[in-house]
C-alpha cells in the first residue's frame, strides 16, 4: 500500500510581522559593509526598517538598517539633504527655480536665506546631478550627434582680464561645448573650458564612453576645424606607418577613419549679422551614405537641433542670460548649475517634440477636451526612464557605489 505524501510545509521566518516598506531602491552607506552600493533584490542585500524620527521643522524621516552591518541610517543617507537643517519642500522649491532661469540673488530672495547658503546647496546638487547622469547614461544607441559651442565668461570679459589673470585665473570667455542628441533630444556629453583641440577630444571621450559597444552615431557641426581632428583622434583607427629605409626611428602611431565613421559640417556665411548662404561638406564618410542616414529620418546635413537646445540652456540657466548680472563668477559654479538643469530637463521636463498620440483617447474630469498625447521626457525616450520624475525623486536618487 503506498503511503500518503505528507503536505508540504510553509516557509518558516522569523518572529514579527512581515517588512512591509520597501528597501530594494537603498542600499548599506557604510563603505566598510559588503552589501554596501548593492541593490535589492539581491543575496547580499537586507535592509529593513527602523521607525521614525521627527526633525525640527516637523517633518518625519524614515530609518533604515542593514542586517549585514547592523547599522543604521536615514533615508537622506547618500542624498543631497543629509544633514541640511532645512525642510526639505523648501529645498526642492529653491532648486527648482534654479533650474527654471532663477538667479541665485533672487532664489535666495524667495526662500528667505542668505546667497550663500543656496551656492552650498548649489554645490551638492550639482555635483549629485553629474552623478546621476553618468550612471544612468550608459549603453546609449544614438544615430546623430551634433556639436556645437555654447558662448559665456567668468566675471570678466576677455579683453578685460589683466596679463596676470588670463595666465593664473579660469576667468574670461568661456566655451560650453555640447553633443546633442536630435532624435531623443537628449545631450549625453557636455564640457566647460575654452575654444581648443583638447576640449574638443575631451568632450568626445565623454560621449566615447557613454555609447554601447560598436556605435558610430552621424557627428555634424559647423566649421570649426578642432573638430575634425578630434573625432579621428577619439573614434578613429589607431595605425603603426611603415618606416621609409632602414635607418631613423619608426614613425609615429596616427589615426585614420575607420570604417562607418562619417562626419559632415554646415558652413554658414553671413553678411551684416544675417545668414545669407548655407553650404555642406562630407569630411569622413561617403556623401550618398550620410544622405540615405539622414532621409530616413526627413532631414538634411544640419546642426539646428543643438542650436535649439543651446537656446533652451540660455532660458534654463540664469549664467548664460545675456546683459544681465546673473553672469558666474567661477567657473565651479557655472559647472554645478549646468549638470542640475541638465538633468531637470532630461528627467523632470517633458519635450513637446517626442508626445506620441494615444490609441484611444482618455476622458477626464468635468467638461475638459480628453487626453489624446502621451507626454515624455528625453530620458524616457531613450529608454533610461520609464516615468516622469519628480524634483524629489530626482535629488533622492542613490547612486550605486562604484566598485
Excluded at 585665473?169 to 532624435?183: A, C, E, L, N
Amino acid at each position: 500500500m503506498q503511503e500518503a505524501e505528507e503536505p508540504e510545509q510553509p516557509e518558516k521566518r522569523g518572529a514579527g510581522r512581515p517588512r512591509e516598506i520597501p528597501t530594494d531602491h537603498l542600499s548599506c552607506p557604510n563603505e566598510a559593509c559588503s552589501s554596501c552600493g548593492v541593490f535589492g533584490p539581491h543575496p547580499d542585500h537586507d535592509i529593513i526598517g527602523a521607525g521614525t524620527y521627527p526633525t525640527s521643522w516637523g517633518e518625519r524621516r524614515q530609518l533604515y538598517e542593514c542586517k549585514v552591518c547592523e547599522q543604521t541610517f536615514s533615508e537622506t543617507a547618500g542624498t543631497p539633504f543629509h544633514h541640511l537643517k532645512t525642510p526639505k519642500r523648501k529645498v526642492i522649491r529653491a532648486h527648482k527655480g534654479l533650474a527654471e532661469g532663477l538667479g541665485v540673488r533672487a532664489t535666495a530672495r524667495v526662500n528667505d536665506v542668505d546667497k550663500d547658503t543656496i551656492l552650498r546647496w548649489l554645490k551638492r546638487t550639482g555635483q549629485h546631478c553629474q552623478q546621476v547622469s553618468e550612471c544612468l547614461m550608459q549603453g546609449l544607441e544614438l544615430t546623430q550627434a551634433q556639436m556645437d559651442e555654447l558662448w559665456t565668461f567668468v566675471r570678466k570679459k576677455q579683453r578685460q582680464l589683466s596679463e596676470w589673470e588670463k595666465e593664473h585665473t579660469q576667468q574670461g570667455d568661456t566655451w560650453i561645448w555640447t553633443i546633442f542628441d536630435p532624435v531623443h533630444k537628449l545631450v549625453p556629453a557636455m564640457l566647460i573650458g575654452k575654444r581648443t583641440e583638447e576640449e574638443a577630444k575631451g568632450v568626445l571621450r565623454q560621449l566615447r564612453d557613454r555609447l554601447a559597444e560598436g556605435v558610430l552615431p552621424l557627428f555634424t557641426s559647423d566649421s570649426l576645424v578642432h573638430y575634425a581632428k578630434a573625432i579621428l583622434h577619439v573614434f578613429g583607427k589607431w595605425i603603426q606607418p611603415e618606416r621609409k629605409g632602414d635607418r631613423g626611428c619608426f614613425p609615429k602611431p596616427r589615426p585614420v577613419a575607420q570604417e562607418g565613421l562619417e562626419y559632415a559640417t554646415v558652413h554658414k556665411e553671413r553678411e551684416k549679422g544675417h545668414v545669407v548662404s548655407v553650404t555642406t561638406e562630407v569630411i569622413y564618410g561617403k556623401w550618398d551614405d550620410i544622405r540615405a542616414r539622414l532621409e530616413e529620418l526627413g532631414q538634411t546635413i544640419n546642426t539646428s537641433y543643438v542650436e535649439r537646445e543651446n537656446l533652451t540652456l540660455r532660458h534654463l540657466t540664469s549664467r548664460l542670460h545675456r546683459k544681465t548680472l546673473c553672469f558666474s563668477k567661477k567657473r565651479e559654479y557655472l559647472e554645478y548649475h549646468l549638470h542640475l538643469v541638465l538633468a531637470y530637463y532630461h528627467f523632470v521636463l517633458y519635450h513637446s517634440s517626442l508626445r506620441e498620440r494615444l490609441p484611444e483617447p482618455i476622458p477626464t474630469r468635468g467638461d475638459g477636451s480628453p487626453k489624446i498625447w502621451r507626454q515624455q521626457t528625453p530620458a524616457m525616450s531613450a529608454g533610461l526612464t520609464d516615468h516622469k520624475w519628480s524634483m524629489e525623486e530626482l535629488l533622492m536618487y542613490r547612486v550605486p557605489a562604484g566598485p
